[in-house]
Structure formats: structure tokens, C-alpha cells
């Protein structure tokens, strides 16, 4: 299922860049280009950014029983959450810092994400970005004796691009303090890669990857699909993932379920910009 996954993503991507349609914002080019709107796909930051003064809203839910246990746990909604309430602030058009909060562990986190350049020079509208947070982890079942071990440091290169209706990135992330319990502390180096087929304004579908290319995982590589739906600031987005946690920095360390055997877990995501 995961390898579908992936070539469902390749797929995509190779489809949009065979493809003549134009976009049409690329008319514009003075405009932001406003690639994925949203500024994550699922877990996944895009390169988007808010403008300058603007709030932003998060809200996120992923259920711990699996689909598969079936209509007994009404295919995971019976059971609990892991979940993140987030707030951000566009510092400037290309400057967004967000803080939030995970009931998992009891994790903090402040990210800033910086917009280096977009541009449509090259026939199709392109951007680069760069996302960095710190984490602290309030809760931990058993606290280190070294507390700085509490703390959690990761970073995102995103490259975005858009060829017609459809959208891909390529975000290489490094994690530092990947599992806290460990002896040791440990890193993981993982490369994203997502890719939205938006059909109209308003809905889209995602499929997202994020494979550990080197360094500790829990288990698995994280795959993810979702729906979503834009509508008046908001975005809306349901999905099916094998990886519960809410957090970068628990996300970027993998899953604790098989994609390929159907362990996957329905999670939302509710955003809104103010």
C-alpha cells in the first residue's frame, strides 16, 4: 500500500510537468502565487505564509484506534485523540512564527517559517521556503535525568511547485532529540514529498510521504491521504494516516503502524486565517 503511495505521488508529479496547461495566476506574477494556500498539506508545511498582521488558527485531531478494528469502535472514532491547538502570526507577508500545544507528552512548540523567493519566471510557478522549531515536552511518563533531553530541535527545506491543477513539494527535514526515552540522543533525516490535485477552488485530495533516509524511526515511514475543502479563510481536511502524533517533532520520528497492512488512523485538521 505504501509503495501505491508513492507512485501515486511520482505520478502525479510527472503528469503535472508532461502537462500544457497554464495556471492561470502566473498572469500575474506580481501577485503572490499563492501555490497550496494552505500552509500545510497534511502534516507537511508548503511554502505559504500569511500576510503581514494576520492570525492564524489551528486545530488537530488523529484517533488512536485504528480503522481496521472496525463499526465495533466505529472505525476509530470511539476511541482517543492525540490532539494540537495551535495560534500564529504573520510577522511579515514572507514571516510567520506559531506556537502550540499537544496533549501528547504535554508537547510545546514554536516554529517560524521564512519564504526565501517565488517565482514564475521559468514557465511554471515555483517557491522555496524554510521552517524551523523547538519543542519541549511538559509530561513525559518518565522524565530524563538530563532535562535539556526534554527539549526537541527540527528543521524543514520546502520546495514547492505547481504545474496546472497540480501541486507537489519536496521537504527534506532534520530532527535532533528524535526520542526522548532513548539512552542516547538520536537525529533522523527524512525527505517529504507531497503532491494536491485540486479540482476547483474549493476541493482537493493530497497524497504525502515521508520516508527516514537515515538516523532513528519508531517503526515505520508515515503515509498519508487526505481531502480537503477550502471555504471562506477556512480549510478543512480529513485523512487517513498511519501516524498518530500531531506534533513535528514526535511526526518527524515515524509511525508506530503499518500503512501497507491497513493500520491507519482517520485524523482533521481545522485551520482558520483571521
Known amino acids: 500500500m505504501k509503495i501505491i503511495l508513492t507512485v501515486l505521488i511520482i505520478l502525479l508529479s510527472v503528469n503535472a510537468v508532461t502537462s500544457q496547461t497554464k495556471w492561470k495566476r502566473s498572469e500575474a506574477p506580481e501577485q503572490p502565487l499563492n501555490l497550496f494556500r494552505s500552509v500545510e498539506a497534511v502534516s507537511l508545511p508548503t511554502s505559504e505564509t500569511m500576510k503581514s498582521g494576520d492570525i492564524y488558527f489551528h486545530l488537530s485531531h488523529k484517533f488512536l484506534i485504528p480503522v481496521s478494528e472496525g463499526f465495533e469502535e466505529l472505525f476509530g472514532l470511539d476511541g482517543g485523540v492525540n490532539m494540537r491547538i495551535a495560534l500564529g502570526y504573520g510577522v511579515s507577508d514572507d514571516l510567520m512564527l506559531i506556537l502550540g500545544r499537544s496533549n501528547f507528552d504535554g508537547n510545546f512548540d514554536l516554529q ?13 510557478p515555483v517557491s522555496l521556503a524554510v521552517n524551523g522549531g523547538i519543542a519541549y515536552s511538559s509530561k513525559m511518563a518518565f522524565e530524563p535525568e538530563d532535562k535539556s533531553r526534554l527539549w526537541q530541535y527540527y528543521g524543514n527545506l520546502i520546495a514547492n511547485a505547481r504545474f496546472g491543477n497540480i501541486g507537489i513539494g519536496v521537504v527534506p527535514s532534520f ?23 485540486f479540482f476547483n477552488e474549493r476541493w482537493s485530495v493530497i497524497a504525502e ?16 491521504i487526505s481531502a480537503e475543502i477550502e471555504t471562506a479563510g477556512h480549510f478543512f481536511k480529513i485523512f487517513v494516516s498511519n501516524n498518530v502524533y500531531t506534533n513535528m517533532s514526535h511526526w518527524l520520528s515515524g509511525a508506530t503502524s503499518a500503512f501497507g497492512k491497513g493500520d491507519v488512523h482517520i485524523g482533521f485538521i481545522i485551520t482558520r486565517v483571521l
Open 112 to 124: 517560524g517559517k521564512y519564504k526565501i523567493l517565488e517565482s514564475n519566471s521559468a514557465g511554471f
Open 175 to 197: 530532527l535532533y532529540n528524535s526520542f526522548i526515552p532513548c539512552e542516547d540522543c538520536q537525529t533522523s533525516t527524512t525527505l517529504g514529498l507531497y503532491a494536491q490535485y
Open 209 to 224: 510521504a515521508n520516508p527516514t533516509l537515515n538516523g532513528w524511526r519508531r517503526y515505520y515511514d508515515t503515509y498519508s
